[in-house]
């Protein structure tokens, strides 16, 4: 069984602040980099969301997994887009990462061509297995609620409106979505399937 969830009750911690890549003349808080990190994010809502993006500029290969990451965070970060080789306390081992996003590119293929499950349920397995990997050093939830939405939108749907504060203890529907990727580590999509659903 996997779990995707060990201490996701508190999202990655931002101790190490090497790799920054904003000015080196001033020190930043954590609210200001996470700032940055929210206007950058930005940008890459933009470009996939606004419009239901075409296949050439969201093809679920596994060069772009990466390059998706990179749009995301890499105004603030030397190390988005480049796959961690370090061992995290949630995600698999730092040597299995590229083998399993390969697997996902290939089962994702495989699902939309055979339609094996509706788009949301392909869109939340997708974040699910998404989050179980956790790819990079930082910034692997928002990037995985990302993909999903973007899968969405691929496929004419309207994206999840996820508050990215998700974790944050304050946030009423962080112990839901704890519980909901505890489900599904266990097989049982159902209730991360209705959180995609209810939060148009």
Not at 6 to 22: C, E, F, R, Y
Not at 78 to 93: F, M, N, P, V, Y
Not at 140 to 147: A, P
Request: some cysteine; hydrophobic content about 35%.
């Amino acid at each position: 069984m996997i779990d995707s969830t060990k201490p996701i009750d508190d999202a990655t911690p931002l101790l190490d602040t090497s790799g920054l890549k904003l000015s080196s003349n001033k020190s930043y808080t954590l609210q200001e980099i996470y700032t940055q990190e929210a206007l950058n994010i930005a940008n890459a809502t933009l470009k996939y969301l606004s419009a239901e993006p075409t296949h050439k500029a969201a093809p679920f290969t596994y060069e772009w997994l990466l390059t998706l990451h990179e749009e995301m965070l890499g105004e603030v970060w030397e190390w988005a887009g480049k796959l961690r080789q370090c061992e995290l306390s949630i995600g698999i081992k730092a040597y299995l990462i590229s083998t399993e996003l390969k697997k996902l590119v290939d089962d994702i293929e495989y699902w939309t061509k055979h339609k094996t499950y509706d788009v949301v349920e392909t869109a939340t397995r997708i974040h699910h297995r998404a989050v179980h990997i956790h790819p990079f050093q930082n910034g692997n939830g928002r990037w995985s609620r990302m993909l999903a939405n973007i899968y969405l939108r691929k496929n004419g749907y309207m994206p999840v409106r996820w508050q990215e504060d998700l974790l944050a203890k304050e946030n009423p529907l962080r112990t839901e979505y704890i519980n909901a990727l505890k489900k599904a580590d266990e097989g049982d999509y159902s209730k991360l399937i209705q959180m995609h659903k209810v939060m148009y």
